[in-house]
């Protein structure tokens, strides 16, 4: 069974970086054809993909983000971790990581999910 589970600071300062790790168990983050992406939710809004890294290790963002967005993996750890650059008050959300046996379609359609992790940005 595949379970993901992310961990960070839940409350980070404006300009400040917002950085989130992605524990997996159950595969392999580097299991053939296998997508791990990051999600968002603002409050009062829908989903927002960010980006994913592949099982390959490379990686694609949103055109909105990609300026402000990393995605990289530690295979030792079997993990992978956001980080997200000169954060708003905007940028407050619940952030999911999810994965998927194959890239999705829909990159909001994922088979596993986190619990997801609530990020507050203020000063």
């Known amino acids: 069974q595949v379970q993901l589970q992310e961990s960070g600071p839940g409350l980070v300062k404006p300009s400040q970086t917002l950085a989130l790790t992605c524990a997996v168990s159950?595969?392999?983050?580097?299991?053939?054809?296998?997508?791990w992406a990051w999600i968002r939710q603002p409050p009062g809004k829908g989903m927002e993909w960010i980006g994913h890294?592949?099982?390959?290790?490379?990686?694609a963002y949103s055109p909105s983000l990609k300026s402000r967005t990393s995605i990289s993996r530690d295979t030792a750890k079997n993990q992978f971790t956001l980080q997200l650059s000169s954060v708003t008050p905007e940028d407050t959300a619940i952030y999911y990581c999810?994965?998927?046996?194959?890239?999705?379609?829909?990159?909001?359609?994922?088979?596993?999910w986190g619990r997801g992790a609530q990020v507050t940005v203020s000063s």
């Open positions: 999810a994965g998927n046996a194959f890239r999705p379609a829909n990159p909001l359609e994922n088979k596993f």
């Open positions: 159950g595969t392999s983050i580097t299991n053939n054809d296998y997508y």
């Open positions: 890294i592949a099982y390959s290790g490379s990686g």
